[in-house]
């Protein structure tokens, strides 16, 4: 009988191999996590209520570990067997994200754990573009781009038959998971070696600068890892002294008491040589870059809507780039209108908590919110484990550097993308109600116990 590594330890063996991997790969990524730990160190030293709180949900420990890549595909081949060889890591798809109305020819999902404590073990995410050529208006650059990809094979083939053997065998050994993180990261890793010549790349780029990076290379290469800090404002004034050049603007929500959502920055993209194919042509190319977020609790349906209508006030999607000189302010004053306490949130229906029992004895039919007043249960928010179409959009746009944005008809093609995707994608709001759900009926049932 041999004995299974748990997906949730595969997974952690991968993010570190990839975190290393970036770190030799990108020196500034291993600035930014030193930057972020202290950071973190010295929030948890000068709020020990917040400590306390992360300790108790349990969330403490997967702060050293935590952060998410991105990376971009060209096929639906490519694209359905990602989906095989993050589902040997426990990552399932999460989300739909269309960025084509900001200007990206892709659309996008993350592959994530989705249990909460696979979670809270490693809650290491891929958020995972697809090309959508089809939005390219020139047919030529479409044919060519199209051409080339299929030419290529992104995975190594003892990748593809350790993913085969652990979906026959419904896991893999000890040696087998480290065998299968190698041979995955390898997918992963940064050539600098085109797969075509100048004039090709050079036209690809015109057409868009990340047809040119999706298409041009040998594989889907990491484009950035993001570290969790517990104040992005703050490691966000410590950029520069690190020697990082940071984007202006903090994606998301404004800084608040009660952090919701998800806030990110980034550092610019860095300028890498390119060498070309049978030929002594030098190019650059620049993709890759570093990020930092701040999480914050989940939101319900009404709690997302309220955000999307509040953003909105201050910033269209046609100009995610939000570079305007008072934006921090309008952002600032237009959230005055998103109460700022767990309670409010909590009592209004726009945010997920996770109920739990403080005290063993207590009326089970009275409601949580009479519950919680007396003490015997508490609410520990649900952390916002996925991503926020018009902050990914800003991402990628400050990294495509000052040209002309592109702009695409609004082109929402969930279902073609799952169609590539060969499964459906989850949908986020969904899994924290589930969450929250099964957390009351655990509680209602403990108490139920203790009355009989
Ligand atoms: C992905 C950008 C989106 C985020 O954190 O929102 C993203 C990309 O540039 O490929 O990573
Ligand atoms: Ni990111």
Not at 33 to 61: F, S, W
Not at 321 to 343: I, K, M, T, V
Not at 350 to 357: E, G, K, M, Q, T
Not at 367 to 382: C, K, N, S
């Amino acid at each position: 009988m041999t004995h299974f590594v748990h997906p949730d330890e595969v997974r952690s063996r991968f993010s570190r191999a990839m975190s290393d991997m970036y770190r030799d790969e990108v020196p500034q990524y291993g600035s930014l996590m030193a930057l972020v730990a202290q950071v973190n160190g010295e929030v948890l030293k000068t709020q020990p209520a917040l400590e306390r709180a992360m300790e108790q949900a349990d969330e403490l420990e997967r702060l050293d570990v935590e952060r998410h890549g991105a990376i971009r595909v060209g096929t639906k081949e490519e694209l359905s067997t990602l989906r095989r060889l993050f589902a040997v890591m426990g990552m399932e798809a999460v989300g739909y994200y269309d960025l084509s109305v900001a200007g990206v020819p892709v659309h996008s999902t993350a592959f994530r754990p989705v249990l909460g404590s696979s979670l809270n073990r490693n809650p290491f995410r891929v958020f995972t573009s697809l090309l959508r050529l089809e939005l390219i208006a020139d047919a030529a650059v479409r044919e060519e781009a199209a051409a080339i990809l299929a030419r290529r094979q992104i995975f190594t083939e003892r990748a593809l038959a350790l993913i085969a053997q652990c979906e026959a065998a419904g896991g893999l050994s000890d040696a087998e998971a480290d065998e299968f993180v190698r041979e995955a990261l390898e997918t992963f890793r940064w050539h600098s070696d085109a797969t075509v010549d100048a004039a090709t790349y050079d036209k690809l780029h015109k057409a868009h600068r990340l047809i040119a990076d999706v298409v041009c290379f040998k594989g889907p290469h990491i484009n950035h890892l993001t570290p969790r800090t517990l104040d992005i404002d703050v490691a966000q004034a410590g950029m520069p002294a690190h020697g990082m050049d940071a984007k202006d603007v903090v994606e998301g929500p404004p800084r608040r008491a009660c952090p919701i959502l998800l806030r990110q920055t980034s550092f610019k993209a860095l300028q890498e040589r390119v060498l070309f194919p049978g030929s002594d042509d030098q190019g650059t190319h620049t993709a890759r870059f570093g990020e930092i977020e701040q999480r914050g609790v989940a939101l319900t349906r009404k709690g997302r809507a309220l955000y999307d209508s509040l953003l909105a006030n201050v910033r269209s999607m046609g100009n995610a780039g939000s570079a305007s000189a008072n934006y921090q302010d309008r952002l600032e004053s237009s959230f005055a209108a998103f109460p700022d306490s767990h309670d409010a949130m909590r009592q209004q229906g726009l945010a997920f908590y996770r109920y739990v029992l403080q005290q063993p004895v207590g009326d089970a039919s009275a409601d949580i919110e009479t519950l919680i007043a007396d003490g015997v249960v508490r609410a520990e928010p649900i952390v916002y484990e996925d991503f926020l179409p018009v902050s990914a959009a800003g991402i990628f746009q400050s990294n495509l550097g000052g040209e002309v944005q592109k702009h695409y008809e609004a082109n929402q093609a969930q279902q073609a993308f799952e169609a590539d995707l060969g499964a459906r994608v989850h949908d986020e709001i969904a899994l924290y109600q589930a969450m929250q759900d099964a957390s009351l009926q655990a509680v209602r049932e403990a108490l139920a116990q203790a009355d009989v």
